[in-house]
């Protein structure tokens, strides 16, 4: 009786690690998952119209698998020559569109090594879901160990893939964040909207009528004729746009072309 007692309470501790193991193995699958959504919907188009809520056009992944969500991400996130998107939206009339878009530029043996990782990640996660009980009996001791073992294995197998798809998560969320980082900046905002203020036509105008020095006129000869068509330039351009003074913007912005002379 004593042997037998002590024989069943090995193979609940084995089974119980099994579960440890399995659970284990479940967050790493439900992990990848989500961060594959996360991902493929980081690519996206914003159309904003004055007085409307944004339309945000996004690929869907509600329903998708992790193996559709792979091949999804395999198209359009990790690219091998990548070329233009072939879904053209036309321009919106009226509104400001933001098109955002984060990918991988991968040479091909890295290519073709992540699509082998994401696949082996598959069809493993579908074994385990599906015939992991089919394949070992789990009231049997020895095919309990060999259980564990394979469940082991495994953890190594995927340990490289899963380090480096971590990499990628947080390269791509660092990514997003420069760029929803600069549509808040000041920066942005006076590219986007400047160029149809009335200074920056004033200043147009200034440099089309000089004939002199090759079209080049000097910053200190705009600034003035600003000034005095403008008396609250410099006040305006603070509270509106962020710069200190007009020969801030103009200087920092990159939309003048500009050259210094000693």
């Not at 955002?100 to 043996?109: A, P």
């Not at 294995?153 to 893939?161: A, D, G």
């Not at 986007?192 to 002199?212: A, H, Q, V």
């Amino acid at each position: 009786v004593f042997l037998c007692l002590f024989k069943m309470q090995n193979i609940e501790e084995i089974i119980e690690r099994i579960y440890s193991l399995l659970g284990k193995h479940l967050i790493r699958f439900q992990t990848i998952e989500m961060r594959l959504k996360r991902l493929v919907k980081m690519n996206k188009t914003i159309i904003s119209k004055p007085n409307d809520s944004p339309i945000i056009i996004e690929p869907s992944v509600q329903n998708q698998t992790l193996g559709g969500l792979s091949t999804k991400a395999l198209n359009s996130l990790f690219l091998v020559n990548p070329s233009e998107e072939d879904t053209i939206y036309p321009e919106p009339e009226n509104a400001l569109r933001l098109d955002i878009k984060v990918s991988f530029n991968l040479c091909e043996h890295n290519y073709l090594k992540l699509n082998n990782q994401l696949q082996e990640f598959v069809k493993d996660r579908n074994f385990i879901a599906h015939h992991f009980q089919e394949k070992y009996n789990l009231s049997n001791l020895d095919e309990s160990k060999t259980a564990i073992d394979f469940l082991l294995n495994l953890e190594s197998k995927h340990k490289p893939f899963l380090d480096q798809f971590e990499q990628y998560y947080l390269n791509a969320q660092k990514s997003l964040e420069t760029q929803i980082n600069f549509f808040k900046s000041n920066l942005f905002k006076t590219r986007l909207l400047f160029p149809e203020d009335e200074i920056y036509k004033e200043i147009e105008k200034i440099i089309l009528n000089n004939k002199k020095h090759d079209g080049w006129i000097s910053l200190t000869t705009v600034s003035t004729s600003i000034n005095k068509i403008f008396p609250n330039a410099n006040k305006k351009i603070k509270m509106e746009y962020g710069f200190k003074n007009l020969n801030d913007l103009i200087l920092n912005t990159g939309l003048f072309l500009l050259k210094i002379e000693p």
